[in-house]
């Protein structure tokens, strides 16, 4: 089972909303991460978690606030987001680097965002 | 730092033809890994093939094989016998096998597959 499931599917929000989205992978990975895609651009990089800790944080404004509750599941906490931030947010997960080996990352299907 | 360049924004290919999308890439390392990633219009993106750069052998995966010329820094993916749900994006991708956990993207390459 290579599946990592994304919660909302779509999501539209206003200026001003606090919102959540959810990410859930039981493949027993131990990294997992957010990316930003806009349309017909490759996936940017937000955060990593590594064995539940932040390990990279590439620079992302505090109005997305990530958390990784336990080793399954990774949220991005929404607040304040300005219209430049609708995209496709993405959740990926993989075993991470372990004896030397890189593993390959598998992504969820995303969550549309839409800001008002 | 490493770059990613995929040089054709689209391609077309024939039903059942085959087809062959160029990804070449900087870096000073010795060792490190490649990808093409898959992502249909609005669906999900899907890792199509990896390469580890310390293998000579290139990978294959049913239908798709890639040509990894590393002195040349070249990873190129073929695609055999098209089909028309071949029709995505596809993503060509680096990792450092020094422990970083960050995948450097090209900026992909559109291909339409035509009946």
């Known amino acids: 089972d290579t599946e990592v499931t994304q919660t909302p599917k779509h999501l539209v929000m206003g200026m001003t909303n606090k919102k959540s989205l959810k990410c859930e992978q039981h493949?027993?990975?131990?990294?997992m991460y957010w990316y930003k895609q806009k349309a017909k651009k490759p996936p940017e990089l937000m955060f990593v978690?590594?064995?539940?800790?932040?390990?990279i944080n590439e620079s992302v404004p505090s109005r997305f606030s990530p958390e990784c509750p336990n080793s399954s599941l990774l949220n991005l906490h929404l607040h304040a987001l300005q219209p430049e931030d609708s995209a496709l947010y993405l959740c990926a997960s993989s075993q991470g680097n372990w004896r030397g080996r890189s593993y390959e990352q598998y992504f969820g299907p995303g969550t549309r965002l839409t800001v008002t | 730092a490493q770059t990613v360049t995929q040089s054709q924004p689209e391609m077309s290919v024939q039903e059942a033809e085959t087809v062959t999308l160029s990804c070449t890439y900087d870096t000073s390392e010795s060792d490190y890994y490649l990808f093409w990633y898959k992502q249909p219009p609005s669906r999900q993106m899907i890792l199509v093939i990896r390469q580890e750069a310390y293998k000579q052998q290139n990978a294959t995966e049913n239908r798709f094989s890639v040509n990894f010329q590393k002195a040349a820094k070249s990873f190129s993916l073929k695609i055999s016998d098209s089909q028309l749900g071949d029709a995505a994006m596809y993503f060509c991708?680096?990792?450092?096998?020094?422990?970083?956990?960050?995948?450097?993207f090209g900026k992909g390459t559109k291909l339409t597959v035509n009946p």
């Open positions: 991708a680096y990792r450092s096998a020094d422990g970083s956990e960050k995948l450097v």
């Open positions: 493949m027993g990975h131990r990294a």
């Open positions: 978690y590594s064995y539940e800790k932040l390990s």
